[in-house]
């Protein structure tokens, strides 16, 4: 069972939350974090989650083991939250764009392989999104 943790609930965590809870079997999510606690918490209510919300990653990585994060913070915050969160040795699955500078992007990668974990960026193919993607 991978324990996950999502950072960031606006809009795009719902997409997240949403395939996480498909894979019941293999993942379970057990905690979310926010700068707004707030939102946070309502997203676990709305979702049926009774997991701990935090305000951000520095208290997430202290909150209940996880080995997978999903990024879900606005773009300019994806590489300093991947990049902490690589250091501290979790897996990170990070909304698009992976950063905002390619100096970014080859530091995560170079944190990724100095950790030996993995570093994936979601990738939509296609213009359209399903109904209930």
Request: hydrophobic share 50%; with cysteine.
């Amino acid at each position: 069972m991978i324990n996950v943790a999502v950072l960031g609930t606006g809009a795009i965590s719902d997409s997240h939350i949403r395939a996480y809870l498909k894979l019941t079997e293999r993942c379970r999510i057990v905690a979310l974090a926010d700068l707004e606690v707030a939102k946070a918490g309502a997203k676990a209510a709305q979702y049926g989650l009774a997991v701990p919300v935090f305000r951000d990653v520095t208290e997430l990585l202290g909150g209940p083991e996880f080995a997978l994060a999903s990024v879900c913070l606005p773009p300019f915050a994806h590489a300093p939250a991947a990049l902490e969160l690589l250091r501290a040795g979790r897996h990170v699955l990070v909304e698009k764009p992976l950063a905002t500078s390619l100096a970014e992007c080859d530091g995560l990668l170079a944190a990724a392989q100095a950790a030996g974990r993995l570093l994936s960026v979601v990738a939509r193919t296609g213009s359209r999104r399903r109904s209930g993607d």
